[in-house]
Structure formats: C-alpha cells, structure tokens
C-alpha cells in the first residue's frame, strides 16, 4: 500500500505490517490504565501502578515467547524421533 | 476501601447505562472524576489505537460477530465505527474494490467485492484485539459502577480526586 494513499483510522497502519509486536505495550498500558483506574481504592500512587503492571505483564510475555523459542527451536528438534 | 460489608448492596442501573454508552462516564456520575476520566483516557487508547493500527475494517458486525460482540461493550463507538465500515469500506465504488480469487482455487477470480482498504494479517488481527480487549474491560468497568460499594465517599478522601 501507498503511504501517500494512507488515510489514518480507516486504513491499516502500514508499519504494522512489519512492526506489529510493538503494538503489545500501548495495549498493555490501556488495559492498565483501566485496571488500575477502576481497582484501586484510592488513586495515590496511580501512574506508578500503571507503569509496574504494564512492565509486570510485558516482561512474562518476553519470558513466555523466550522459552516457547526455545523449546520449539532447540529442544524439540534434538528429541528422538523414534 | 471502606467496610461497609453491613450495608445492603445498592445496584445504580443509570450509572452502568452510562458507562456503556460512553467509557469512564459511570464513574463521572458516581462523583468520582477522576477515576472516570482515567478509565475514559484507557479505553480511548485501546479503541482509538485499534482503529489506528488495523484500520475500520476491525469492526465489523456482519463478518466478525463473534468478535464484535466484546466490542459492542465499547458502547456507541464500535457501532460508528462498524457503521464507517459499512460506508467505507462495503459500499465502496466499484474502482475501489478488488476481485477475490474463487475459494475452490481453480484461479478464476470472483466479482469485485473486496475494498482495497480492507486489513490483513497482523494490523487487522492486533486492531480486532485492541477494540475487543477495550469492550471487555468495559464489561468490568460497567459492573464496577453498578456495584461499587465506595463510590461516592471516595470522592472526598482522595479517590475521586
């Protein structure tokens, strides 16, 4: 697609056919946002909590997409097939 | 939070309409501002950055149901915007529309039906989860101001602030 024919909200954003796992932290920062919004008795320290739940959720991703990898390219490959 | 466990649960049915029909505006009606405006700015960004990211074509009622249900929490937003689909993208001129191939594949391509504007892959896949993920954390958002047990006190303590 044409950047120069990219109309933005109605078209797909054309980086993220290629950068699409960025994407992951402002859905996770939004689903923090509201979390905390709504779940927090008082809202002291809101920001604060917003910001470790977001690095909390991003950083099990990582760990989770790490040891998926490396069980799918280094363990599982090296089991025997018979 | 309060202990007011003792005290009859009390249901506001206009405060969860409110919330429903535009995000954050449940809490605002309970008298917590700022809880509201907060919740409002999330659910902004998770609808808004879908549409950014996958395009209108990520609400879609007629081909996504199952998806546009979670959506449809969002309120009248993800109406408009599968409405603005419809508009744009299913009733496009003719010029603007692509043939898709014949699905048995014997490479013969069908009447033009598909908008050049249509999303795939990752962008429609990661817009389509945005907008849903927003809508079921209305659900939640909805519930919270229909049952919140320290809704209006917290105004004056800190939490509507």
């Known amino acids: 697609m044409s950047l120069l024919a990219y109309t933005p909200f109605i078209d797909p954003l054309p980086a993220a056919y290629e950068l699409w796992w960025l994407s992951a932290i402002p859905l996770l920062f939004g689903i923090s946002m509201i979390y905390k919004a709504y779940r927090m008795p008082v809202l002291d320290g809101y920001w604060r909590q917003v910001g470790v739940m977001t690095a909390q959720i991003l950083v099990a991703m990582i760990l989770f997409a790490v040891s998926l990898s490396v069980l799918v390219v280094w363990i599982v490959p090296r089991l025997p097939v018979e | ?161």
């Open chain 2, 1 to 161: 939070m309060h202990d007011d466990s003792d005290t009859p649960q009390r249901i506001r049915p206009v405060a969860m309409l409110l919330a429903w029909i535009w995000p954050g505006l449940g809490h605002i009606s309970l008298g917590e501002r700022v809880r509201g405006y907060r919740i409002m700015g999330g659910m902004l960004l998770l609808f808004f950055g879908g549409l950014l990211i996958g395009g209108v074509d990520c609400v879609d009622r007629r081909e996504d149901t199952l998806w546009f249900l979670p959506q449809a929490a969002c309120g009248p937003l993800a109406f408009a915007a599968d409405f603005a689909n419809t508009k744009i993208l299913k009733s496009a001129p003719p010029e603007e529309l692509l043939s898709p191939p014949e699905p048995s594949g014997s490479g013969r391509l069908l009447p033009p039906t598909v908008s050049k504007r249509r999303g795939l892959a990752h962008p429609n896949e990661f817009g389509t989860l945005f907008i849903a993920l927003a809508g079921l954390m209305n659900v939640a958002v909805i519930l919270d101001a229909g049952f919140r047990r320290f809704g209006p006190s917290t105004a004056s303590t800190g939490g509507g602030r």
